[in-house]
């Protein structure tokens, strides 16, 4: 993997929501495994330290893929691009084509995209993501579609495990109307009282929101990836090779694995510059 030499958020809104992931996600950890999980087994309870070791491998998982993702050099800037000299070229955006990027001043491939909050033309771009603050494209959507099902099944474990200890161990707490008021207005809770319980409702409802967001990103990236196609191209499947193929387009050839860590080797079978071949290849399968 190359690494991008600028990786810090460029806008407000990228710093705001970079900046919220990367509090969100420790702080979460820690309202697990510190609050949660004693309350509701007991502090000297062995189900402790069961729990403790799906809670390291998610929370390591969802913090290297999403270090991997931001890191990761997805421009096209950075290739040796070698245009073939029987295509035509066109001006301006089209994904579709070859074509010239007015603003990075350079011959861009099929499926890349100029994204004018990174500055660059990016390798089969598929969007660009505030969370992260960059551009997924041919290169991070690995690191990305496994930081979304990660935080998806750690924000879905620690809602029934949040669900439980809120409305059941802490019932006495939590269990009257008031608690309902400060769900549905979760900024105006912090004003009123700014006790520990109301920090707790805050963590629960970040939890739930976020098991619902991720879920839904889920479904939608999934669909798009099983079908060879990204954001920009969702109306056409002219890169559609079969969902095995098309899931190693983006996990890798080793993709069984990807799961496991980001860490692991899973060459890409494709170098993002060359659909000529793709194109022809889906073509024939269809
Ligand atoms: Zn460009
Ligand atoms: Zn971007």
């Not at 189900?47 to 390591?60: D, Q, R, S, V």
């Not at 969802?62 to 070698?82: D, P, Q």
């Not at 004018?116 to 990016?122: A, D, I, P, R």
């Not at 629960?204 to 929101?209: A, G, K």
Request: hydrophobic share 45%; with cysteine.
């Amino acid at each position: 993997m190359r690494i991008r030499k600028r990786f810090l958020p460029r806008t407000i809104s990228d710093g705001i929501a970079t900046g919220f992931m990367t509090a969100i996600i420790p702080i979460t950890f820690w309202f697990e495994v510190y609050v949660v999980i004693p309350g509701v087994h007991g502090i000297d309870s062995i189900y402790n330290w069961i729990h403790l070791g799906p809670a390291l491998f998610l929370l390591f998982n969802i913090s290297a893929n999403m270090l991997a993702t931001i890191m990761c050099e997805t421009g096209c800037g950075t290739e040796i691009v070698n245009v073939p000299t029987n295509v035509n070229i066109t001006s301006g955006q089209g994904s579709k084509t070859w074509h010239v990027c007015s603003t990075c001043e350079a011959v861009a491939p099929p499926r890349s995209w100029h994204c004018n909050t990174c500055g660059t033309c990016v390798l089969k771009r598929d969007h660009h993501c505030v969370f992260t603050g960059c551009c997924i494209g041919h290169k991070n959507h690995r690191y990305f579609i496994l930081f979304v099902l990660h935080l998806f099944i750690a924000t879905l474990y620690a809602s029934i495990l949040n669900n439980y200890f809120i409305w059941f161990v802490r019932g006495e707490d939590f269990r009257n109307w008031t608690s309902l008021v400060k769900i549905a207005f979760p900024l105006a809770m912090l004003v009123v009282d700014t006790s520990t319980k109301q920090y707790y409702l805050l963590v629960y409802l970040i939890n739930m929101v976020g098991m619902f967001m991720t879920g839904v990103l889920l479904i939608y990236h999934g669909r798009l990836i099983l079908s060879g196609t990204v954001v920009h191209e969702r109306n056409f499947h002219d890169y559609n090779l079969g969902w095995l193929e098309n899931i190693r387009m983006v996990l890798g050839k080793r993709w069984y694995l990807t799961w496991l860590s980001p860490f692991l080797q899973s060459e890409l079978p494709h170098n993002g510059i060359d659909w000529d071949f793709i194109q022809k290849e889906a073509a024939k399968t269809k």
